[in-house]
């Protein structure tokens, strides 16, 4: 019964319904603020919502490719913070992770929600630190650590990124709509390289490959006119890396769409509206949720003609029990001119349900 009201609770918190959350003076994300480093790969707790979102693709030894999501995610509630009792929710944190297996030809994935605290669940804010139980994901210079033990699956693994953070938006601050409100920090590290381990059926097996990490905190991050969003990560063969995105409007054209494509020496520039086209080519239903998702797209990218394949189609990822969300979270493959090019990561939400997030 307790798990259940915490989880009733956080639904209405994400819905935005919570009078105590509403009241709350949040932390604004504001243009012109730099970001600084080490610091800025830590924790914001002033801030509403958070994530450390980290993806990529693995190889095992007889060449057998998979896909991974491992995401942290941390709200500041707006609940009990004149309460010093250690069980007033004021902070939250809540995890995916997922392995995208081809030979399963679905997702397996687990979620965890908790409040910080009690040693269970916590997060640095000096550094890369996140942790709920025997989950974490932990930073030491310019490796991460992401451990995860799932019902079904785990991995540890090191991801070691080659130079400095990818500033997205204009130097870190990413708008989501016309207005300066919806906007947050945002930075990626792309062309993480990555070894480690993964166990899927009890059987261990090393990997290498290569990952995505997003790190992105918020006050005001969905425009009310939102339905959801599409985004990507791509590392490219050529060093090189691409993050797009458009916000979804409830009905009509997006909303808003930006992308920050990286050189392979570190040079980036950002692209915004027409430059950046999103275009559905093939759409799939979920047999479990009836929610039909596009899980193949034409991609405009300035003057670039790409195409996005999805690894397989049931990437559908169900969070219900904690974010209060389904999403399709999946591994792709990026073709230009009918040659693949790279891979990456594909994010679908707002295709059932419009997404509720501060």
């Known amino acids: 019964m307790q798990r259940r009201q915490f989880q009733i609770a956080l639904a209405a918190l994400l819905a935005g319904r919570s009078a105590s959350s509403m009241a709350t003076e949040f932390a604004p994300v504001l243009p012109g603020r730099r970001l600084v480093f080490p610091a800025d790969h830590g ?27 491992c995401t942290f995610f941390r709200v500041r509630s707006g609940i009990g913070e004149d309460n010093a009792s250690a069980f007033a929710p004021r902070q939250l944190l809540m995890a995916h992770a997922a392995i995208a297996d081809p030979k399963l030809g679905r997702l397996r994935h687990d979620q965890r929600v908790a409040r910080v605290g009690f040693g269970r669940a916590g997060f640095a804010t000096e550094r890369t630190g996140v942790w709920l139980g025997d989950w974490r994901l932990e930073q030491d210079g310019d490796t991460y650590r992401a451990v995860v033990q799932a019902k079904d699956f785990s991995y540890a693994l090191a991801l ?18 016309p207005d ?18 993964v166990t899927l059926a009890r059987r261990q097996s090393p990997v290498t490959g290569r990952a995505w990490l997003d790190h992105e905190w918020s006050s005001a991050l969905m425009p009310a006119q939102a339905q959801g969003w599409d ?14 995105f458009r916000m979804r409007g409830l009905q009509g054209p997006p909303i808003w769409s930006a992308a920050t494509l990286s050189a392979a020496t570190g040079q980036a520039r950002g692209l915004l509206g027409d430059e950046v086209l999103f275009e559905p080519l093939r759409h799939w239903t979920s047999p479990r949720t009836a929610i039909r998702y596009p899980v193949q797209w034409a991609l405009r990218i300035g003057s670039r003609r790409l195409q996005l394949l ?16 389904v999403y399709w979270e999946g591994a792709v493959r990026v073709l230009e001119g009918g040659s ?19």
């Not at 990124?161 to 990413?174: E, Q």
């Not at 985004?231 to 797009?244: F, P």
């Open 43 to 69: 924790a914001h707790p002033l801030f509403r919502t958070e994530w450390w979102y980290v993806t990529g693709w693995l190889s095992t030894p007889d060449g057998a490719a998979m896909g991974f999501q």
């Open 160 to 177: 070691l990124a080659p130079g400095p953070p990818l500033l997205n938006g204009v130097a870190g601050f990413s708008a989501k709509a």
């Open 180 to 197: 300066a409100v919806h906007a947050s920090h945002y930075y990626s590290r792309a062309q993480l390289a990555v070894r480690g381990s």
């Open 231 to 244: 985004w990507l990560g791509l590392n490219l063969d050529d060093g090189s890396a691409l993050m797009a």
């Open 310 to 325: 999805a690894l397989f189609d049931d990437q559908e990822l169900d969070s219900r029990l904690s974010t209060g969300a």
């Open 340 to 358: 693949e090019i790279g891979r990456g990561y594909l994010e679908l939400t707002g295709y059932g349900e419009k997404i509720q997030l501060g």
